[in-house]
């Protein structure tokens, strides 16, 4: 019967190891961790072709089709009038730059996103900590005590011996311990296996060694082999229970891995912003530096006309402040450049681009300018699927529920079962004869016990509990409002795409108007019908229509950056993929 009970206890433990061990392999949360890899592992790149509703189209499809719309509408036009002279080739200290090539040294030297690639490294160390509360325990002790003990009073006994007719029988003695001198060597080994199910398995082989010298002198050598088990029924029982933290460990390690993806993003998209600022601060300077030939040419064109009596002098005063004044503006516009441009290189990082290096920076990638007519509620699911912090909020909710579950059954009262057997061993020759007798299993001792604890009034666990329940309903009602705020940054970025847009079309066709318009002064200048105030009245509105074009040119790029951060993608590896779609030719960029 003994030994049944010891072997049945041995195979319950055994079979709740193996349960807790292939429960503890199973998938945390196998529809979760499913989205989260598929999530993760999808791409960055915003497939803004497939989310249009009709075919894009350029700006000048737009004016043909607004001019179609409103008959009454807007003139013909012609293009606006070239610069005079070939442009000068740029200075030798350039560098041109596409999107990929300032994403590339983004991604490799930008210090806050190297800050940020730490975070996975130490969220990895924690799930290790965690995952280590499993690992065996391989323990070993000894022991040498020497007692040299005096005479001692000892209790009064009487004897009985088996057969009432011997002369010592019920008779009283009191027995006195003489003075002894003993050596005893004590020796343990094992290892103790904690259970994913709460329990603890010890495994050891104790030792002792007792030799006594003075009396009657004797020497024994005992030895055992134990097992011993101790599992929790109640709180702190089952692999749920127990691998909680390890669970809530592998989620914050998820979350800091979305927060480090969501920070290379936000860092693209920054410099995307950046790369599109240096494109417009050159097509400003570009533009200022056109207003001051003009000016310039028409100032030569009046001295000559004065020269020969065909203009008043004042005239040429007249065309001498409007090159000034076009010389304030292109000093302006070279510094704007260079701030912007020692923005982007602060983003890039580049060792060979120092903050006050002369290396100028070109960026050499050109605006796709095509409108989009974008399906809003499609736009919405697709930021609802792909934002990052979406994902980060549903990776704290599982695992503020798996810290609930885990805080209510620690709100449990503690019940433990402990079961311990050991196989014994004694011989006084040797350790050898003492194991040897121990392995057959001749002589044992078990035990079962029951113990149970509970705190009166549990209110510190109780309250635990509470406070995480409420952090769950916080991080809810805080996931239904970053939805609805994800709602709003979609619709604020379509509106506001849709809006840069039409300030292109409306911009191209003033600047065409404009141009219309100097071309018709200038020529009534040299008939001696207009003044060159008036003429460089004409050029100024040329000038701040091309301004205003090129900023809505940028403006669009910008909010076409802002809808795919809002969805949560990125605008391509370099830009989006437009394969087949017309493109209108851009302005180009001089660096002289």
Not at 97 to 125: F, Q, S, W, Y
Not at 290 to 302: D, G, I, K, P, R
Not at 341 to 353: F, S
Request: include cysteine; glycine fraction near 4%; aromatic fraction near 6%.
């Amino acid at each position: 019967m003994r030994e049944r009970a010891s072997n049945g206890l041995a195979a319950l433990t055994l079979g709740a190891a193996i349960a807790g061990c292939a429960a503890w392999n199973a998938p945390i949360d196998p529809v979760l961790d499913r989205t989260v890899r598929d999530r993760l592992d999808q791409s960055e790149g915003m497939p803004v072709f497939k989310w249009t509703k009709r075919k894009p189209e350029t700006v000048e499809e737009s004016l043909k089709r607004m001019k179609e719309e409103t008959p009454d509408g807007l003139p013909p036009t012609s293009p606006p009038p070239k610069p005079g002279g070939e442009a000068r080739q740029p200075p030798e200290r350039t560098r041109q730059l596409t999107i990929a090539d300032v994403r590339g040294a983004a991604l490799h030297n930008n210090l806050d996103l190297e800050i940020a690639k730490v975070d996975p490294a130490m969220a990895a160390t924690f799930v290790t900590e965690e995952e280590g509360r499993f690992n065996e325990l391989i323990f070993a002790r000894a022991k040498y005590t020497r007692k040299d003990t005096p005479p001692n009073n000892m209790e009064v006994v009487q004897f009985q011996t088996p057969n009432q007719n011997e002369p010592i029988d019920s008779q009283i003695a009191k027995l006195t311990e003489i003075a002894q001198l003993t050596d005893l060597l004590e020796l343990d080994a094992g290892v103790t296996i904690p259970l994913r199910t709460g329990g603890t398995v010890t495994l050891s082989t104790p030792l002792d060694e007792k030799e006594m010298y003075r009396g009657v002198p004797s020497n024994q050598y005992r030895s055992a082999l134990r097992f011993s088990i101790s599992q929790p029924l109640l709180r702190a029982a089952g692999v749920d229970a127990n691998v909680a933290p390890i669970r809530i460990a592998r989620y914050e390690q998820q979350v800091v891995d979305v927060k480090t993806r969501l920070q290379a993003i936000r860092i693209l998209a920054t410099i995307d912003r950046a790369y599109w600022a240096v494109y417009q601060a050159w097509g400003e300077l570009d533009i200022r530096r056109q207003q001051y030939e003009y000016a310039s040419n028409n100032l030569a064109m009046v001295k000559r006309r004065v020269a020969e009596g065909l203009v008043a002098a004042i005239e040429s005063k007249r065309a001498e402040v409007g090159v000034t004044e076009r010389m304030e503006s292109v000093i302006v516009a070279e510094t704007s450049l260079k701030l912007r441009q020692r923005q982007l290189k602060l983003l890039m990082n580049d060792a060979n681009l120092k903050m006050d290096s002369a290396t100028i920076l070109v960026p050499t990638t050109r605006p796709t300018l095509v409108s989009f007519a974008f399906d809003r509620d499609q736009l919405v699911k697709q930021a609802q699927a792909q934002r990052l912090e979406l994902l980060e909020l549903e990776l704290k909710l599982a695992a503020d529920l798996t810290k609930v579950d885990y805080l209510r059954n620690q709100t449990l009262p503690l019940f433990m079962l402990d079961y311990s057997y050991a196989s014994l061993g004694r011989n006084t020759n040797s350790f050898e004869s003492a194991i040897g007798q121990a392995f057959s299993g001749d002589f044992s001792d078990w035990s079962v016990g029951l113990r149970m604890e509970y705190p009166i009034g549990n209110e510190q666990r109780l309250a635990r509990l509470e406070r995480a329940v409420n952090e769950r309903l916080q991080r809810l009602t805080t996931r239904q409002l970053r939805e609805l705020t994800v709602q709003r940054e979609i619709y604020d970025a379509l509106d506001t795409l849709q809006q840069n847009w039409q300030r292109i079309v409306a911009a191209r066709q003033n600047v065409l108007v404009a141009g219309i318009n100097y071309d018709a002064e200038l020529k009534q200048f040299n008939e001696g019908l207009r003044t060159m105030t008036e003429v460089l009245e004409t050029l100024t509105r040329l000038g701040d229509a091309q301004v205003r074009e090129i900023r809505a040119v940028t403006d669009y790029q910008i909010a076409l950056i802002d809808l795919s951060f809002a969805t949560g993608t990125l605008l391509g590896y370099s830009r989006v993929d437009f394969e087949g779609i017309p493109r209108t030719p851009s302005r180009e960029i001089r660096t002289d």
